[in-house]
């Protein structure tokens, strides 16, 4: 079979958050850069940005200004990848991601210091830092108690309007529900997220839409959705509803598939391409040789179809759902490299008997030992390449799930890892 | 305080006090059954779902062996729905004890136990799963049960009966006068509230836990617990119940249950029923030792694990508690100066109906009652409530086009909402709240491979949009049903199960931070 050679700069491999945000950070720097991952799990992803919400985990402490969080963070564990950066490169590679999003299409909204509280399909209310502007007014409304209705959509499962004004009642009495059917879909006993988000592109489905939601208009200052108002020009499509109704407008987050996940996708997908990033999707590294400083990956389905030499590499792999790390019954690999992963001793320790233990589970903060150059090491303690770096949820001393931090956590340690390119003059 | 009378209480809401309540009122008497949590909450409902031939009794306990043969016969005629007849076999591979092999046969038929010599070629046809290392096989007339659906069935022809069940209903005290329990006091383990119930007869079925309630009587008696734990796969890998041949040992038998396979089992010698969970020693144990007799097991995934304590009559000074007998124990306590009471425990699943037999012959002589049993010729009937536990049958009567309303709310068993709603609206009638915990007991939700992280979430929503949840009750719900799943899982995640085990958290906490609450 031919396989073809490519010749980059940079490799980043990894397809979420941590991926994007390397691939992002490198072709605004003039970097050549080579994307390669698999399918994404953002279909997973919230949409939302967190940097920290809740520091230390086992106190559930929940902090309103996450910059202090990190001044916290940083006292209490030198291990966090926070922790590995100054502040203000943490700001900047929020700034810098946020501003690629927006030139992307999908614009986000912030207190710059300030943690936003936003309710979830269940009833919960999350702590989260960007927040996409097609959720914002949740987040404005929730704030303020003003009156407002949910609205759920009959046959999307998972997702209660019911089940959010009762669990909210009480902090909130001006709370109402109600759930109508999506029109054209009115004898679908299941509905879908992204079938929606597509038919709501035509003003037609808009303004039946509009017509089962007019009679509350009047009764309420914000009426909120599960987020499927399209997958591309969703802000436009929000603004046209407000238009209709009258009242603002907003999107509550779904459970997967998420359409504000994968709005990020498809933007970022088409704005790396069209600022230079060559992207190799859905495929894996299947080998890897280093060979006089140079990374050559093997990269295909099941067999290499391209062969790729790479002067540097970013890790951006994930943990056990993206792939990065595979969990067999005694140990815990690095799947590409082979890296030594940091670990608790033995399978028993894993977890806890308690799912929801408020300490987390010790296998969250496995991972990737790595230098302040974001570089992973070896069990001596001393870099395993000098042109290998690692970014995102792989890496070890962070527990993004509880600490509310995913999305921060990605995106500054990719800005990390490509900003030691530069220091350690790795291209030159 | 409420007081309620009947004529016999029984203490205990597994498969053996479902039984006697059916048992009882098929002879005409009134019987009110508590239980401190839910039906099935102990070994009742954490057991492999078989039904013994008796061959695995022959060498240690024939007598156990031949009461096993008798009874399975008897319940593959009257209670055939809870029943999948698939069979089963004893294999050996090399390096098993060759006169354990050799006796095997003789033993069988010594206790009466129909038997069949196979080629090791042909049982390697009839299950490709096996080991090409097999060196001798025999089939025998192991079958598959429901514990769960064969427990709620016989509840639910008491109840129409006349029998009540009273669930969450923990003994608290007997009082006792002249010799008798004259009132025992029930706590609600939910609201706290307190009750009396006066009755004639006290039957103590309560499984591990008999010593405990006995000890409220102040009768003591010795009771072994033996923690057995066991695995359940992704899919079903035999057709068949695979036995190994040889003396009972861990991880020796494969029992299929409908589109699953259950691998068990282990047997530890416990104290205290406090914490009685697998551990990952024991997964990685039977994972280790199935794997000769059925080698796609090291790379299986498996779905869940859990365990139950067998409660075993006799000494504790057994070097190994497999060697204390299986069969069962109904101690007369008019003997330790209790008139009205009476304890039944040990035992096996199979012989659950003829220990509720003798336990109501029993109780019906001390009341001068002469009805005759009734169990071991009328039917049992198959009923709504119960019929949604078994792995196979939901798909099926979906493909079948029984059910209209194709809105799955758990994909991975393919639960429709049709289901859930007629579940709710049972529990409701008969036994209080719905929630997603009480669910859980009467269907597959949470038990695929999604682990309960999306079902959970989808019947949540529909619990809300029925009115069945409201205000908050949703956030403890979720992580009550959650945390049950997750002692299943917890030994066993590697590979998928890990990934999905992540995904779940960062669903639940990561995204919805149901941690904090």
Known sequence: ?428 | MKTFETQVLIIGGGVTGTGLARDLTLRGVDCILVEKGDINAGASGANHGLLHSGARYVSSDPGSATECMREAALLKKTASECIEDTGGLFVAVQGDDEKYIADFPLLCEKSGIPVTILDPVDAIEMEPALSKRVIAAFFVQDASIDPFKLSLENIEQARRLGCTLQRHAQVDHFDLDHKRIRTTMIRNTLTGELSNIEAEQVVNASGAWAKEIAGLAGISFDLTYSKGSLLITHSRIAQRVVNRLRPSANADILVPGGTVSILGTTSVSIDSLDKIIPTVAEIDLMVSEASAMIPVLEKTRFIRSYAGVRPLFGSGNASDDRQISRSFALLDHAKDGVENFVSITGGKLTTYRLMAEKTADLICHRMDIHIPCQTKTEPLPSVLSARWTKPDLSPKNLLQGNVLDKTLLCECEMVPASIIDSLIASIRHRFGKPDLKSLGVRSRIGKGACQGTFCSIRISSHLYDTETLNGDQGIGDLQSFLNERWRGVRPLLWNESLSQAELQEALHCGMFGLELY
């Open chain 1, 1 to 428: 079979m031919h396989t073809s050679k490519i010749h980059t700069d940079l490799a980043v491999i990894g397809s979420g958050l941590a991926g994007i945000g390397a691939s992002l950070f490198a072709a605004n720097r003039g970097i050549h850069t080579i994307h390669v991952g698999g399918s994404s799990e953002l279909i997973f992803a919230s949409g939302l940005i967190d940097l920290v919400g809740i520091h230390p985990v086992s106190e559930k402490k929940l902090w309103t200004n996450p910059w202090y969080a990190l001044d916290a963070l940083k006292k209490d564990n030198p291990f966090h990848p926070y922790s590995r950066m100054p502040k203000q490169s943490i700001r900047s590679a929020l700034d810098e991601f946020i501003d690629g999003l927006q030139t992307a299409g999908v614009t986000y909204k912030r207190h710059y210091e300030q943690n936003s509280q936003i309710m979830m399909p269940i009833g919960t209310v999350k702590t989260t830092y960007g927040v996409p502007k097609s959720m914002w007014d949740g987040v404005v409304t929730m704030k303020k108690k003003e009156p407002c209705l949910i609205v759920g959509i009959r046959g999307l499962l998972g997702f209660s309007s019911r089940q959010i004004a009762e669990t909210l009642k009480s902090h909130w009495p001006g709370l109402r529900h109600t759930t109508i059917s999506f029109p054209g879909l009115e004898k679908s006993s299941e509905v879908y997220t992204e079938p929606m988000a597509r038919s709501l592109k035509l003003a037609e489905t808009r303004e039946r839409l509009a017509v089962s939601v007019r009679p509350y208009v009047g009764m309420v200052n914000a009426i909120g959705f599960p987020a499927i108002f399209g997958i591309q020009d969703m802000d436009v499509i929000i603004s046209d509803m407000q238009d209709r109704l009258g009242v603002r407008i907003f999107e509550i987050p779904t459970m997967p598939p998420s359409i504000p996940g994968l709005r990020i996708k498809e933007a970022m997908d088409a704005y790396l391409r069209e600022i230079g990033v060559r992207t190799l999707f859905p495929k894996k590294v299947l080998n890897v040789q280093h060979d006089n400083k140079v990374f050559l990956l093997g990269i295909g389905d099941t067999t290499v179809e391209h062969t790729v030499r790479a002067n540097a590499v970013i890790l951006a792999s994930g943990r056990f759902l993206g792939g990065g790390l595979i969990a067999e019954r005694k140990q815990i690999r690095e799947a590409i490299f082979d890296l030594p992963v940091f670990q608790p001793g033995n399978r028993e320790l894993w977890h806890n008997q308690n799912f929801f233990d408020p300490r987390g589970h010790a296998i969250n903060l496995a991972g990737l030992e790595i230098d302040d150059h974001f570089r992973p090491l070896l069990k001596n303690g001393l870099p395993a390449f000098n042109n290998l770096f690692a970014a995102g949820s792989i890496l070890a001393h962070q527990d993004w799930m509880r600490m509310k931090s995913g999305a921060g956590l990605a995106i500054a340690t990719a800005y990390a890892s490509v900003e030691s390119l530069n220091k350690l003059a790795i291209l030159k």
